[in-house]
């Protein structure tokens, strides 16, 4: 018993996800009295409702098993995962009484220490529950309810433990990155369909989050290669990039060390126009990322009412904690060597996570020294190289307008419905503008450090104070100096608060199965991505499951990409246009967007409340606009 609880791991006040009660601070090597559960007198024990979350490593089987009891935990009633555990009185307590060790702090995930009754207790991340109601021994050993089992043995016995436990190992070696990643892979009913998938599997079995793009898509496009076995080559074409450049970035920092970092560009296909996409910094950027977000901005571009190709591409470098000089250094590095594949006529670049106007300007001026003239621009009109205000807000407004017309065919409105929305960057704080001034109520926002909640609601003012923490790189817990009512939870995600729609933002992956648990137990009804692909496949067939309706990111966010190339029309200046024409010609461009999209899924047997009907149509219509290019282009 002393072993097995030697081996549990706890989770330190950074990783903690806050309830009602008072959160407690230990430091290391400081006794801690842990009281059990209920035991065999408690009439619920038999009846409750388990939460399960499968280990990467689960058979098909299994995994179809787990997601039952996924659904099964949305259906509990709130009441009933909001009240907590009650000791029966007269009944004798066992205490454990053990000693936080380092390692304890450092790498348990799914659980957090708390006081209720004045007694210090482990309780559930996920269900926020103690003692041993909130989880079944998953070996199906009954025998285990006849013991005096602690909390910390329930959850060393739970799923939930064993999923921490592996990400421990994987992480003890901390001076190297987890280079391992699973591949989770989904059964395709069509032979055609599936020889596709296998073939992008052999040859780039590494790339994982290319390949969970490639997946999405394959799925949708079942129905159009079974209907036309032409199309399978097609797309046999079209998953390959036209090119990909990596190329090294040496700079130097303020000390004079030298560094070197690796630049991606992909540029993925041109059949429909010259590409457009976006650029990454971030630590976490690779080629499997590259790919992936080129793929993905192909297909958005397929559906805006331009023609235009699709690039995605970026760095491995950190613009986090770096000078203003070592930033400018680093892009002029990285734009020595991309300058010679971009031009309005073959591939401009746009700003993505970690690049934003500072970021652009400094490549900017590198690329018009380099080529020797200011023929076009990488985010806004030609005459001014960071673009119009309007053309920044395009993205996110385009999320609510397309939000809207969601609601519009479900005979609702937006107006007053509770939104959840991740992130902090300029899509998320745009479609935060947008909400409050349609009169939802947009409660969340969040960082790489955990999420903020403002209960009330965010409007005009504390948005501008939002905006002012961010210019200035501050923690977003600097919000509650001014809104004490807020709440700030660190370690966290937004997606067990109550709402009606949630707007992730982040990146992608953001939400996994157990956020999807959580987005369900709080009742959300829609999901509107912002972020690039920002559920993992897990986690979408559990929202898919709940009839959750998703609208993907590749039909919510063309607006950005529609409204930047009018910028670079010769017949449209938007710096003439007013705020309402922009939104009136946005909302028209969303609109058709939409149309689009059911269209194509209902001629393909996807009905249109279906909760894939947008996901299933926007990729099939991106997909068709690209196929046609290609056939009439020949084997180019």
Known sequence: MNSTIDEITLLRQSQARSTSHRMVVRGIGEEIDLEIGPGDDDPSFSSTTLVGVPTQESSAPQEQEDHKQLLLASQVPSQGQQQLVKVPQGKRKKKVVKK??????????????????????????????????????????????????????????????????????????????????????????????????????RRDPHEVEFIQSVQEVVHSLEPVLVKNSQYVHILERLLEPERALIFRVPWVDDRGETHVNRGFRVQFSQALGPCRGGLRFHPSMNLSIAKFLGFEQTLRNALSPFKLGGAGGGSDFDPMGKSETEIMRFCQSFMDELYKYLGPDEDLPSEDMGVGPREMGYLFGQYRRLAGHFQGSFTGPRIFWSGSTLRTEATGYGLVFFARLVLADMNKELKGLRCVISGAGKIAMHVLEKLFSCGAIPITISDSKGYLLDEDGFDYVKLSFLRDIKVQQKSLRD????????????????????????????????????????????????????????????????????????????????????????????????MQWSPEDFEAKLQEMMKQIHEKSLKAASEYGCMKDSPEALVHGGNICAFLNLAHALIDQGCV
């Open 100 to 201: 936080w060790r380092e390692e304890w702090a450092d790498t348990y995930k799914w659980a957090y220490v708390d006081v209720h009754e004045g007694t210090t207790r482990i309780f559930c991340s996920v269900c926020r529950e103690y003692g041993r109601k909130h989880r079944r021994n998953p070996y199906g050993n009954e025998g285990s309810r006849n013991m005096q089992m602690s909390a910390l043995e329930e959850h060393n016995n739970s799923l939930l433990h064993k999923e921490a436990l592996r990400l421990q190992m994987a992480s003890k070696d901390k001076g190297l990155p987890v280079i391992e990643k699973s591949v989770y892979v989904k059964a395709l009913m069509s032979k055609s369909a599936s020889s596709v998938l296998e073939s992008v599997l």
């Open 479 to 574: 919000y509650l100096k001014s809104n004490p009512r807020a709440k700030y939870f660190e370690g966290a995600k937004p997606w067990s608060e109550q709402c009606d729609i949630a707007f992730p933002c982040a990146s992608q992956n953001e939400i996994d199965q157990p956020d999807a648990v959580a987005l369900i137990n709080s009742g959300c009804q829609i999901l509107i991505e912002g972020s690039t692909m920002p559920c993992t496949p897990q986690a979408f067939d559990v929202l898919r499951k709940a009839n959750i309706l998703v609208a993907p990111a590749k039909t919510a966010s063309a607006g950005g990409v529609a409204v930047g190339e009018l910028e670079l029309s010769h017949e449209c200046n938007l």
